[in-house]
């Protein structure tokens, strides 16, 4: 990261969004806050880490971070399986987990040890770079309860309420290989490097107690106070506005006093890799581009509206318009999806990417499948789009002080 | 990885045996009645071990019995038996005498593991069960002494050493039948032969290593080599075995070859050994099982790669028996997790044979190889931290 202002931009302003950004975010993410703004995101705060308190979300609080944190710039989804039977040893990686977890948010490094014969414990491509406003989320998946029939850990009777894969859809093209997995981790920040060196230490400390099953990672660029654009060109999570508000998060975002105490706060994090034709996309002409979803391209604009916030008028889209289809449902949910792009596919030679749609809600038996399904049968997306990878995991509340991930899970 | 400065290595070496030293003044300025506590637990832990030893030499007589009379279903359930005991009070014996402890280790382990033979090699394992009553004959009248931190360094060494110069016997010996075999052009036997002598190479391979030009002419793979007119050694013998099928003018090759092993095991004999070397060759051996041989590079042609493999974790593994007694003063959780991680993984290797030898590395199935590179990396992640004994 360099010091010098892009774009344009003076270097006073750089440092005023930063520290609004900071005390935003530390605060937001503590769940202390009533609202964060989620249209404030300021991309130009990764820009700096000259103050790295401005850069740093705060690990403790009542939910866990990189949930309603607005969106950084690089995210790592890492599951893992665990290849140990002892509860003991489950509990032993959550706790260095934890110390890590926290350690790569301040934006810290191990300590190495004098013996200039071991190998280094950190791996080192962090330093000087800042925290970056990384995050560390973590997730259980169904198969950490119970795996082939089997209670693992005598953690059975604590399974949260809506915790299963999410069963088949229609025209999907599952990859199990890279789908589901015993805990998740979702590594967020405004740099790749540091997000790196974060899963990095993840994945090394893990070494004979996990494996992971499957990597992910993924990019998203938010320009300042504005929506940011996923691969289609279109504004891609508008409708998270509508989840600001405290009660609004409440109502839809996080767990009550249904679910176990471990799970209150908490969420459950609902992934599918989608790939998207880029070929066919970018022959299709404009007005099928905006058919597809409903909304005008450039403002993003509902039909029949000018500004991208106003309000939706169903009648006015295709019936099978994406926005119309999910609206239609009376759902709502976080979406925090990332851009993905892999290389490409060496049998036709086109581009492999897509998006990792990543959701967050309290149901998703209510939230999220029912949507899946009616979106899977009949959504106009679905000419362009093939899901290939699916989870779900169960996202504990926040980390008190002292505490290590899910403590209250094994403890309560 | 030997080609380090000598002077770095010999002042770590200073600074090694003096936190050695130091660690030990620590222990003896414990309080008195700590001191009485801890040598009763000592006595009873002494006790423990005196018992152990009798029940498994008794099992052990039984097994020589059983080896006279070629009895092999007797012979497996006594291997098991054997092993069982030893697994029961082991960790009391690493503990209060990790040499007598290493020591048995190097009979009792391939006692069981021919056990799990359908046909046991009997005369090996006889050989094996005598040895081992006398280990154990040691350890039922050992004392515990006291031992220098920088004695405990040297022993692991000389130890090592010992282990090395043992293993390039055997280089020389069976690559001597294997070159026999093919200047007879013989084809079936030298493919036969191949593998028995690979092993020792591969569990020494880092020691050839520090040799310069002689690891280059011995293992060479083809694309090692600038121009492959050039190439020598045992992978140019492979090809014509399993590729061209034919060993027509490989007479000199083979010629070339026990003559470049001999004059390994002439090296080694003047090698001085450093304990830095030791264990960084103790990880290059780990490393080359996991970047070449788990992923079936190193023997393209004969496919032996578990062979190779599993010759690269027992070579590692000599280096953590020789360290036993050093890291049994430094840090006893790692000995113990050692202990756990080299069981699994041999016991990992097992199920890859079949009739005694390792099965084609093109028999894995993906998930089978991810398995084996996954053993390896937590093998080598607590192999890594054997260095706190160069403290
Ligand atoms: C590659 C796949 C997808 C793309 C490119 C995509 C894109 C979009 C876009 C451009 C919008 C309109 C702007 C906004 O409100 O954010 C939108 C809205 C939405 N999408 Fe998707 N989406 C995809 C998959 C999904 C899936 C799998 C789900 C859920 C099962 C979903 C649920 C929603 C919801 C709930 C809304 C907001 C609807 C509203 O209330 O206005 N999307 N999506
Ligand atoms: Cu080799």
Redesign the pocket.
């Known amino acids: 990261m360099s010091d010098e202002p892009k774009k344009g931009i003076t270097r006073r302003e750089m440092l005023k969004w930063t520290a609004a950004a900071g005390t935003g975010l530390v605060i937001g993410a503590s769940g202390l806050a009533p609202v964060f703004n989620w249209m404030e995101q300021k991309g130009e705060a990764r820009r700096t880490h000259e103050n790295a308190e401005s850069e740093t979300v705060a690990f403790h609080g009542v939910h866990q971070a990189g949930i309603v944190t607005p969106q950084q710039t690089f995210v790592y989804l890492v599951a893992f399986d665990l290849s140990t039977d002892r509860r003991s040893e489950v509990i032993a990686l959550l706790k260095n987990w934890t110390v890590l977890a926290e350690k790569f948010a301040k934006g810290r490094l191990e300590k190495n040890p004098g013996n200039q014969w071991l190998p280094p414990k950190d791996t080192g491509e962090s330093l000087d770079l800042g925290p970056a406003r990384l995050t560390v989320t973590f997730g259980f998946g169904p198969s950490f309860f119970i795996n082939d029939g089997k209670d693992r850990y005598g953690l059975a009777a604590k399974k949260p309420k809506h915790l299963k894969d999410i069963p088949r859809m229609p025209r999907e093209a599952i990859d199990a290989s890279k789908s589901g997995g015993d805990v998740c981790v979702q590594v967020c920040a405004d740099d790749k490097q540091v997000a790196f060196h974060a899963v990095r230490g993840l994945i090394n400390e893990a070494v004979g107690k996990a494996t992971v099953r499957w990597m992910q990672e993924g990019f998203l660029s938010v320009p300042d106070g504005k ?1 940011p654009r ?1 691969l ?1 060109g ?7 506005r509508s989840l600001t508000s405290r009660s609004a998060q409440e109502t839809h975002l996080w767990c009550g006093s249904d679910e176990p105490g471990w799970m209150r706060g908490g969420t459950y994090m609902a992934y ?1 890799k ?1 790939q ?1 034709f880029l070929d066919v996309w970018d022959r299709s002409s404009i007005k099928d581009q905006e058919d597809t ?1 409903g ?1 005008k391209k450039e403002s ?1 604009a509902p039909y029949g509206k000018k500004h991208e916030h106003d309000p ?1 008028d169903l009648q006015r889209m295709p019936a099978d318009a ?2 119309r289809l ?2 239609s449902t009376g ?3 976080l ?1 925090r999806g990332y851009s993905y792009t892999d290389g490409i596919d060496p049998k036709t030679g086109a581009i492999n990417a ?2 990792l ?1 990543i ?1 967050f809600q309290r149901n998703p038996d209510q939230q ?1 499948i029912p ?2 399904r009616l ?1 899977s049968d009949k959504d106009a ?1 679905n000419e362009y ?1 093939k899901h290939i990878a699916s989870a779900m995991f169960a996202c504990p509340r926040g980390i008190k002080k002292g505490e290590y991930i899910a403590q209250a899970l094994f403890e309560g | 990885m030997l080609k380090k400065s000598t002077l770095s290595a010999f002042m770590a070496m200073i600074l090694a045996v003096s936190m050695l030293a130091a660690c030990n003044g620590d222990k003896n300025s414990a309080g008195q009645t700590k001191q009485e506590k801890t040598e009763q637990k000592a006595s009873s832990a002494n006790d423990e071990i005196k018992k152990g030893a009798s029940q498994m030499q008794a099992i052990n007589k039984q097994l020589l019995d059983a080896l006279e009379a070629k009895d092999t279903a007797k012979i497996k359930a006594l291997g098991k038996s054997i092993n069982d005991k030893w697994l029961s009070f082991e960790n009391a014996v690493r503990d209060r005498f990790p040499l007598l402890y290493t020591k048995v280790e190097k009979y009792e382990q391939p006692i069981f593991a021919e056990s799990t033979m359908a046909h046991p090699d009997l005369t090996g394992m006889r050989e094996n069960a005598r040895n081992l009553q006398q280990a154990l004959d040691e350890l039922k009248t050992a004392k515990a002494t006291a031992q220098k931190a920088s004695e405990l360094l040297d022993k692991a060494v000389k130890n090592y050493k010992d282990y090395v110069l043992e293993q390039a016997d055997h280089l020389v010996e069976a690559t001597a039948k294997f070159t026999a075999a093919v200047k007879a052009g013989d084809i079936e036997k030298a493919k036969q032969l191949y593998p028995d002598a690979r092993v020792y190479y591969e569990r020494i391979e880092p020691i050839a290593e520090s040799f310069g030009d002689l690891d280059p002419k011995i293992d060479a793979r083809i694309d090692d080599v600038d121009d492959p007119a050039k190439w020598t050694g045992f992978h140019r013998l492979e090809k014509a075995l399993w590729k061209d099928h034919s060993l027509k003018g490989q007479a000199k090759y083979a010629d070339q070859l026990l003559s470049d092993v001999k004059d390994l095991k002439a090296k080694i004999q003047t090698l001085k050994l450093k304990p830095e070397a030791m264990v960084a060759g103790a990880m290059e051996l780990l490393n080359e099982a996991a970047i070449s041989k788990v992923t079936g590079e190193e023997e393209r042609y004969s496919h032996i790669d578990l062979v190779d493999l599993s010759a690269n974790v027992e070579g590692s593994q000599a280096v953590y028996q020789a360290v036993i007694p050093a890291l049994n003063e430094h840090n006893k959780a790692l000995l113990q997790e050692l202990d756990t991680r080299f069981r699994k993984m041999e016991e990992k290797m097992l199920t890859y044979k079949s009739n005694g030898r390792y099965i084609d590395y093109t028999k894995l199935s993906k998930d089978q190889v991810r398995e084996l590179s996954q053993a390896l990396s937590e093998l080598s992640k607590s192999m890594s931290q054997t260095a706190e004994i160069l403290g």
């Open positions: 929506t996923n289609f279109f504004k891609d999570g508008t409708a998270n599918r989608i998207m979803f909304r993003g939706v994406h926005v999910a609206r759902q709502q949910m979406r897509g998006l749609f959701s999220f949507m899946l979106l997306l789009t």
